[in-house]
């Protein structure tokens, strides 16, 4: 089993990605009105050359410095982002002899032990949770029936149906639904 072909999340890097993608093209934009202007193609004022300016002929003013830490700390958040690995999105399903690469999603799982808890007779609805270290499952049943029963009923069917697709405990929770 290698790590490399883990199915993975988004990066959170792409979405900033895309962000700084989307204000290069605004300059390139700007810069390319600003070529059209100043070889005579296009009517009007370079863009850039008034900005250059407004900033040529300022004073230092006091809001400065607290921009600068500020774009310096979106600079670290940056990097962070950008090195920050991928989330996990899928389970290894358990396998002896590792030959096989198989992956399964825990809303996969989940929608498995929740049809099996809805399956054992007594039990009106079933919830399923999946996290990283169990999978659990609220049921709920109507009154006057031995809930121990129905608990270990239902762990039963949700370990059968689950099979070899996970190796994680099941937690079954029991509700009584009063009318």
């Known amino acids: 089993m290698s790590t490399k072909n883990t199915p993975r999340a988004t990066p959170v890097a792409a979405a900033t990605g895309l962000l700084v993608a989307v204000a290069m093209i605004a300059l390139a934009v700007?810069?390319?009105?600003?070529?059209?202007?100043?070889q005579g193609w296009a009517t009007g004022h370079a863009w850039a050359r008034g900005a250059i300016d407004g900033v040529n002929h300022s004073t230092r003013a006091d809001w400065v410095v607290p921009l600068a830490v500020i774009a310096l700390l979106?600079?670290?958040l940056l990097l962070y982002v950008s090195f920050k690995p991928r989330r996990s999105t899928h389970q290894l399903v358990p396998d002896e002899?590792?030959?096989?690469?198989?992956?399964?999603?825990?809303a996969a799982l989940g929608r498995l032990a929740k049809a099996a808890g809805e399956d054992v007779p007594g039990v009106l609805q079933a919830h399923s949770k999946v996290s990283r270290r169990r999978i659990r499952v609220r049921l709920h049943t109507t009154p006057g029936i031995e809930q121990d029963q129905i608990a270990q009923t239902a762990t039963e069917q949700i370990h059968d149906r689950i099979g070899q697709l996970s190796d994680l405990p099941v937690k079954v929770d029991i509700r009584e639904?009063?009318?």
């Open 30 to 38: 700007i810069g390319i009105h600003d070529l059209f202007v100043t």
């Open 74 to 76: 979106v600079g670290v």
């Open 97 to 106: 002899d590792e030959s096989a690469d198989v992956w399964i999603a825990p």
């Open 177 to 179: 639904v009063t009318a």
